[in-house]
Structure formats: C-alpha cells, structure tokens
C-alpha cells in the first residue's frame, strides 16, 4: 500500500510551463469573473421560503420520476411516527442506519430498536447489511433547495456503502439545512477546505438511482435505491 | 480500444451506418428528447439568461488551462494531503500500464469500472484484461457494451443508443437473461448481476469531470449511483484524468457542474454529484484505503500549445452531438472514433493526428448551433473551420471530395465551361432517368439519390430562363 506518492511531475509540469510560455507562477490571484448569476437564485429567501423550495422542487422531481420520489414537510413532533411509517412503506425488511447520535436526539431510538447500526469495527460486514437491507435512513448535512438534493459527508460511522445500497431510501432534511444551491454548498466546503478539512467522500443526491440506456426509457433503480422519501422538518 | 474504434476506411464506415435505420431513428429520437429536457431547464437557470452562465463557465474553464501548471501541481499536492499518490503519464501506454501494474502488483483480480471517456482512450480495458484481471463496465450503457463483445459507444452520454431492446435482450441472453424486451427488466437483470460485483471487486476504477485544485477532490456525476458504489466497497482506488479537467476551486467547480447536468442530460441535476478526496477515514470499514490520481496528456499538451487550445475547456456533455445536423444524420460511429460530433471533428484529428481522420472536418456545415450551445463557451465551428484551412493550405491533404471540389472550382472559374457543362447537363443525366426523376446517379451524384430522387435537370438554363423571362417569357 502506498501513500503521498508523486510520479513524473516534474518533467510534465515544466513542458507545461514551456508551452504557456513562462515559469511556473508561485501563486495564481484568483480572478473576479464578468458575472455572478448564481448568487441571484432564491437570493434574500429566508429559512422557511427555502423549505417550500426543496419541497416543491422535490415533487417535481417525485413527477419526473412515476412517484419513485417522494417528500413531505413534517413538525419533529411527528417526526419518529413519520419515520416508522416510511420504513414499512415498501414492505418489512432490514433496515441499515448510520452510527450517529442524532437520530437518539430526534427521539428515533424505538424506531430504530431493530436496525442493523453501522459498526465500523466489524469491517466487511456492514457492507453485506447494506447490500440486503430494505431501508435506509439518513440526515442530511446540507440542502440545497434549487435541486432538492440531500448531502452526506462521510465520516466515521456513516458508512458509504449504506448510502447506496438499500433499495429504498428516507432522508430527513432538517430546514436549518437548507441553502439555495450548489453555490452555498460549494462556499462551505470551500471553507472547509481552507482550514484544511478535506472529508473523504462528499456526496450531493436528489434522486433515486436511474437510467435511460435503453431506447432512452427511464428506468429506476438500476444500481441504487429505488425509491427515495424527503421528510423536509420544518423546526430543526 | 483506443480513440479509433475501427480500422474501416471512413466511407464504408459511413455507407454502413446511413443503412442502419433504427441507428438513425435513435440519433433523432435523442436529440429531439434531450434537447427538449436542456432548453427547458435552462429557461429555469436563474433568470434565464444562459449567455450569462455560458460566458462565466469558459471563464472558469479558460483560467485553469492558462494556469494548468500551477493549478496540477496545487491539486497533486492536495491529493498527497488526502492520503493518495498522483501519477502524471505523458502518453495512453504509460497510464495503462501504471494502472495494469498497479492492478496486478496488488493481486487484483475483479475490477469494477464506472463510465469514463478516458479511460476507453488510453485502451485500459484490454490491458488489463491481457494481464489476467477481470474488468466489469457498471455503467448500464457500457455493461452492455461489453457483453457486447465491447461494441464501442455512438455517443458520449448514452453509449448505447444505436442498440435497441431486442437486440439488448439478445445481448443478456447470453448471460442468462431469459425475459422479454421490457427496459424495467433488462435493467432489473443488470441490477442483480452488478451488485455483488461492487461489493466483491479488489479495485474500482473511475473518471473523473472535475478535478478540484484547492482541495485535490475528484468530482463524479452520474444518475446510475454506479459510480459511488466503485468509491464505496473497493479497497484500492484509481480515478483518471485528462490534464485538462482541472478547476481552481470548488466554487469554480460549481458553475461547471450546474451547466454540464442541464446540458448533458437535460435535468437540473444528475441523481448523484461526489467528491472524493483521497482515502477514506482511518478505522472506516468502507471507502478506499488506497487510492491513486492519473493524470493523462496523451497529446492534450500538442492542443495546449496550438491554435485549438480553446477545445481543453470541453466538459464532455455532449449538448454540441445534441444539436448537429450532420450527427443526427449518421450518428456517433460514423466519426470513427471515441470522441464523436462536433467535439470528436476538432478534438480527435489532434489527439490521433489527420492521416486517419483528415475526412472529419468535412463532417460539418459550419452552421454554428455547436457553438451556441457549447456551455463551456468554445467556438466549435471557427475551430472546425481552422481544421478545414490547415487541411486545405497547410497540410494540402485532399478529403474524400477533394478531387470532386477542384473540378468544380476549375469549371466554375471557366465561363466557358461552366456553360457548356450546364447546357449538356440534362442530356448527359437523361439515361439515369426514370418517371422524370433521377433515381440510380453515378459518381458524385450516387451520394444523392442512394437516399431520395433527384429532381430532373431542367433543359433551359437558369440564367437564361432569368433573362428570357424579363423579355415576357415562360415565367
Ligand atoms: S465541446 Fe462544448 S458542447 Fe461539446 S461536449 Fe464539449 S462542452 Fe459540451
């Protein structure tokens, strides 16, 4: 197993360098572009226009996809009830959840007595969970509205692989997560990245897993989960 | 596979697949239904001034390829930072084999590969398919390929399109599927046997859109999730990158991302948008705990120091396939190579030089719709049209119709000529005839009437009937 390895660069930087016609600069000023459209999408939009956004914008997609995706704006007071009915929605089976204490703060522990919790420790093994479970749940760290899309930032005891391998999936997205689009999504990991955090694997998701290989027809469900449920929690 | 997918000369390739009639129907079928998505969801970017985001997108674009340098080596030390091992290959053998050896150093045996334009460039499969290692294609589209016996792509984001599901089914039969020709089915058998390949192969191999210099993050975009399955299970992980792939920042990345979604596929987004940096956390029982970036020239350095060094700034949506009048009449295939429309007419003849593809450029009206919609603001057709003047005065290599198009000019630049030509005409073509219209042309004229009647030549000239009828007569 290797690590912080380079190979090559020298020679391939510096023919580079040639071409364009000068040394290599020590530092690159970032330029201000002619235009900025995007900081104009749901502009001055507060918390809870953004939550009518992602939802509405979710049941577009819920349109687009024959009611593969689906989402609700939901109180945390019904918050665990509205869980427990999404998780038997599709018919009973496993069901694989993240090692995180915020479904205990939400107050999912009872509906979440008989998941299978995902145990780093135990290696392999939560990948086989995931690859048989019937239900997936998760919190999103961050919401963008334009698209609906939910993110998961990995660390330790999000395990990927259970992001992606159950055949259906619930999201709760808490409102306070919500930001207009890509944009802020980007501006945070931009932060991020300046104070050198770097998460592993960042993964944006507004959809089921889906297709149009075939005489172009939209299939779902060709690799990930099927179906997808938003439950957008207006006071978190 | 390499950029020339087969050794056919370009003509018979091309007679071929102007026969293939559901081949051509598919091409218009995807163009009108893509195009549809694009200009509708593009009406909805913001206010709807796309020119807006078309311009600030080939900014973005352009400021890295003129800081390349700066930017890979910024982005290859964030990669060491993330945990990874960055190997920059000058041409498609040396990053094949550093990936084939890599594979076989680690006893690799089952490798899962998500789509990924440039790895069919530097003909990696193949590779490591020589070397004993057993490759799976996840992407739907390039599963089917490959069960296919690697039938190669006809377009740069529905590779499959010139199969239809019957022939589909037939292809899955072979592996066992014995169900009918329904999409849900097909994709539900493809479903079945690709799951455990994910959770069960030492090594995942994927592209990469964008790669992020500020952070070393690789961006992937799919709407399969394919791709998140090769950098979830895999233990040892290998994204490939043209050089030119490269943006400063995240927020840079973020422009490119939302144009290339509308653009490619006609969606405000696709299903799944990842960034991957480096190895995953220590003690996580998922995500690579290897992992390598290769960065391939293979050529694109000849393109950074020539006159089409704008077409580095390509995103790979394929909205300019999307538009053209001459793809969607002989569709992806009949470009010879991986990279096929108006992208594949200026960026193959530089990748893989003009001896085998000096007929591409001809392959254009030099209508200009490629430009209009190009979302990385590259203008195509003056690129495609600069490929047409270095063939006609630099390289003074004659396309196909070459020979035919110096005739016209020395006819046409002879008065007399031209109107002895024009006056014999019609009696020239009257044993090609038949109920008034030409119906079997030969030579120049086969082209034509292979595919419809042409019009009889009508035995007074234009000019003269121009002049005759100032003078009161047949109007
Ligand atoms: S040249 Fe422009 S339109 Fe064509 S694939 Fe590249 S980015 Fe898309």
Request: proline fraction near 3%; charge should be neutral; hydrophobic fraction near 40%.
């Amino acid at each position: 197993m290797v690590k912080g390895q380079i190979l090559n660069r020298e020679s391939f930087i510096s023919n580079l360098s040639n071409i364009l016609g000068r040394e290599m600069p020590k530092e690159v000023v970032h330029p201000e572009f002619s235009c900025k459209p995007q900081l104009e999408i749901y502009k001055g939009f507060t918390q809870a226009q953004l939550a009518e956004e992602f939802h509405k914008n979710a049941l577009v997609n819920k349109a687009g996809s024959g009611g593969k995706i689906d989402s609700l704006i939901i109180e945390k007071k019904d918050l665990a009830k509205t869980v427990a009915e999404k998780l038997v929605e599709h018919g009973n089976g496993p069901i694989v959840a993240w090692n995180d204490e915020r479904f205990a703060e939400l107050g999912l522990s009872d509906v979440l007595k008989d998941a299978y919790v995902w145990n780093d420790e135990k290696g392999r093994e939560n990948i086989n969970m995931a690859l048989n479970a019937h239900y997936g749940v998760c919190i999103s760290d961050i919401s963008l509205a334009e698209t609906a899309s939910y993110t998961v930032i990995d660390k330790l005891g999000k395990g990927r692989s259970s992001n992606f391998l159950p055949l259906n999936y619930v999201c709760i997205v808490p409102q306070s997560t919500i930001v207009p689009r890509l944009t802020q999504g980007m501006q945070k990991l931009h932060e991020m990245s300046k104070e050198g955090i770097n998460p592993a694997a960042i993964n944006f998701i507004c959809g089921s897993s889906s297709s149009s290989d075939i005489e172009l027809n939209k299939v779902w469900g060709v690799h990930g989960p099927v179906r997808l449920t938003y439950l957008v929690v207006t006071d978190l | 596979m390499g950029i020339k997918i087969n050794d056919q000369s370009f003509k018979k390739n091309l007679e071929k697949n102007l026969n293939d009639d559901f081949m051509r129907a598919a091409m218009v079928k995807a163009q009108d239904l893509i195009n549809t998505n694009r200009t509708n969801v593009l009406s909805q970017l913001g206010d709807g001034n796309y020119r807006e985001w078309q311009k600030l997108s080939g900014e973005i674009r352009a400021h890295a390829i003129d800081n390349l340098d700066f930017y890979l080596t910024q982005f290859s030390e964030n990669v060491v930072k993330n945990g990874g091992n960055v190997f920059f290959a000058k041409d498609a053998k040396e990053a094949s084999q550093y990936i084939t050896n890599l594979a076989v150093e680690r006893g690799v045996k089952k490798v899962v590969k998500a789509k990924s334009m440039v790895t069919e460039e530097i003909g990696l499969n193949h590779d490591l398919i020589d070397a004993g290692v057993d490759v799976k294609e996840t992407d739907l589209a390039e599963y089917i390929l490959q069960l296919d016996d690697w039938n190669p792509p006809s377009h740069m984001v529905v590779p499959s399109l010139h199969l239809n599901k019957t022939q589909i089914r037939d292809v899955f039969a072979k592996s066992g599927y014995d169900g009918k020709d329904i999409p849900e089915d097909l994709a539900a058998f493809a479903r079945a046997q690709l799951r455990n390949e994910f959770v069960t192969a030492d090594m995942g191999i994927y592209g990469c859109n964008f790669a992020i210099a500020e952070s070393g993050a690789i961006t992937l975009i799919s709407n399969e999730g394919n791709i998140d399955l090769c950098t979830s299970a895999p233990e040892l992980q290998v994204a490939v990158m043209g050089m030119e792939r490269i943006v400063a920042t995240y927020e840079d990345a973020d422009i490119c991302i939302s144009l290339l979604a509308r653009n490619a596929v006609g969606a405000k987004s696709t299903s799944y948008t990842t960034f991957v940096n480096g190895i995953t956390e220590e003690g996580a029982a998922d995500g690579a705990k290897e992992f390598h970036v290769v960065i391939v020239d293979n050529g694109r350095s000849k393109v950074l120091k020539s006159q089409f060094k704008e077409v580095l700034q390509c995103m790979r949506c394929a909205a300019c396939l999307n538009i053209c009048p001459i793809y969607r009449q002989v569709g992806g295939h009949s470009y010879n190579a991986i990279y096929s429309g108006p992208l594949g007419v200026v960026l193959t003849p530089l990748l893989a030089g003009y001896d085998d593809f000096k007929e591409l450029p001809y392959m254009c009206s030099l209508c200009g719709a490629c430009t209009e919609v190009c979302p990385s603001d590259i203008k195509l057709h003056s690129l495609i049209h600069e490929h047409k003047r270095v063939l006609a005065e630099e390289k003074k290599i004659s396309a196909f119709w070459g020979a035919s198009m110096s005739g016209a000019g020395m006819v046409f630049s002879r008065p007399w000529m031209y109107k002895l030509g024009t006056s014999v005409a019609p009696y020239v073509t009257a044993p090609l005839m038949e109920d008034g219209k030409i119906k079997k042309g030969v030579g120049i004229l086969k082209g034509w009437t292979d595919k419809r009647d042409m019009p009889a030549l009508e035995k007074i000239r234009f000019r003269d009937w121009y002049v005759s009828r100032g003078k009161g007569g047949n109007k």
